[in-house]
């Protein structure tokens, strides 16, 4: 082969090679494009998002990540450029979503074509790739777990993420009062949003949210989790629903990625149980991981409508080059932006 059809054969990527820091652990390479298999798809990426998930990757501490090395990038937005027999719902030149979990980082992925949801040709492909993942979290939690409405109130933990910052912006378009947990540097950024910000390390939380709220709020949005499900617990008023998202609590080891999980497990179980029984004032507590499938799409579809309608602008932090990955997991590590970091290849 020649070294221009080489070129335009190849795929640039980043491979996460073991645990560690990004800066040594992401490591760029090419290899060829892949060929699509039996149901699958390859689409060109024009944007992956940057998530926790790897951040978690790194530490060892994600649940079921695939073995080192491999491609991370939990979400994309591309359009697809050759399709595998028995792909009968999508063509090439079709501008698609998807949240292969791991895989995003590269020019060129191939990925199933039955978890694919439609992205409309005029949005930006950074905002839509911020909604694949966070937006369709954000509104599954809102609308389907807690069910909130005008003159409801809420704690968002972590405000001023890619999560919270979508998930405020939701909250406060339905009519929810929303309190928005951030470090204190992010609190104008979180008022922003429409949001009255806190600090999470405020030593007391629940009282704080108790002066403001009396009663108690109608949901706690938690990815922390831990001693602080605690906290969100004596928050919720009568009825209110308590949703944990993540079990991100500091302190564990790498390889003890189940850990962490195990006192929000624990929790769960034992308050579904008192429920059942009438203890809890109505109260309850419930886990929540994004998953494709109808109603993803149906969130999917119902974000990018509020972004055409003006009601949703997802925050960028920053657009990075596809070399610049270790860069993009260190804005995040410093915890020093507000909103998405997301990779243009
Ligand atoms: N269950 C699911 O399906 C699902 C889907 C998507 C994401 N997640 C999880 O959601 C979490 C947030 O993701 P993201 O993309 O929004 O991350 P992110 O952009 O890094 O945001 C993290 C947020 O957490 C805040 N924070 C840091 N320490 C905190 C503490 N002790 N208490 C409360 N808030 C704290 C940060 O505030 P400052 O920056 O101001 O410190 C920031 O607002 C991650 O754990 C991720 O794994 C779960």
Redesign the pocket.
């Known amino acids: 082969m020649t070294a221009d059809a080489a070129h335009r054969t190849a795929n640039a990527r980043i491979m996460m090679t073991g645990s560690g820091a990004p800066e040594t652990r992401l490591v760029s390479c090419r290899d060829p494009r892949p060929v699509p298999g039996r149901g699958k798809v390859v689409v060109q990426v024009e944007a992956a998002?940057v998530?926790?998930?790897e951040?978690?990757m790194l530490r060892r501490l994600h649940p079921f990540p695939p073995r080192f090395p491999f491609v991370p990038g939990?979400d994309l937005v591309g359009r697809i450029v050759a399709a595998g027999s028995d792909v009968t719902r999508w063509r090439v030149g079709d501008r698609v979503a998807a949240m292969p979990r791991h895989g995003a980082w590269q020019e060129y992925v191939e990925t199933s074509a039955k978890t694919l949801a439609a992205v409309p040709e005029h949005l930006d492909a950074a905002v839509a790739v911020a909604l694949v993942?966070?937006g369709?979290?954000s509104h599954?939690?809102l609308h389907r777990l807690a069910a909130l409405g005008p003159g409801d109130t809420a704690l968002v933990?972590?405000?001023?993420?890619?999560?919270?910052?979508l998930l405020t912006q939701l909250a406060v378009h339905h009519g929810v009062r929303v309190l928005g947990?951030?470090?204190?540097?992010?609190h104008d950024a979180?008022r922003a949003l429409g949001a009255e910000p806190l600090d999470?390390?405020t030593p007391d939380l629940p009282s704080a949210v108790r002066e403001l709220v009396p009663g108690g709020v109608q949901a706690v949005f938690?990815?922390?989790g831990g001693r602080?499900l605690d906290a969100g617990w004596a928050m919720l008023a009568d009825g209110g629903t308590l949703v944990s998202?993540?079990?991100?609590?500091?302190g564990y080891r790498p390889g003890q990625w189940f850990r962490p999980h195990v006192p929000a497990l624990r929790r769960t179980a034992v308050r579904w149980a008192a429920r059942t029984f009438k203890l809890t004032s109505g109260r309850r507590q419930c886990?929540?991981?994004?998953?494709p499938g109808a109603g993803f799409d149906a969130a999917l579809a119902a974000l990018f409508r509020l972004v055409d309608e003006g009601v949703l602008s997802p925050r960028i932090?920053a657009r990075h080059p596809l070399d610049d990955a270790a860069g993009a997991v260190r804005a995040?590590l410093d915890?020093?932006?507000?909103?998405?970091?997301v990779l243009i290849p």
């Open positions: 998002g998530s926790y998930a951040v978690q939990y993942t966070n369709v979290t599954e939690m933990h972590g405000a001023s993420g890619g999560v919270g910052t947990t951030a470090s204190p540097a992010k979180v999470y390390r938690d990815h922390i602080g998202f993540d079990s991100s609590v500091a886990m929540y991981y994004v998953k932090a995040l915890g020093t932006t507000v909103g998405k970091h």
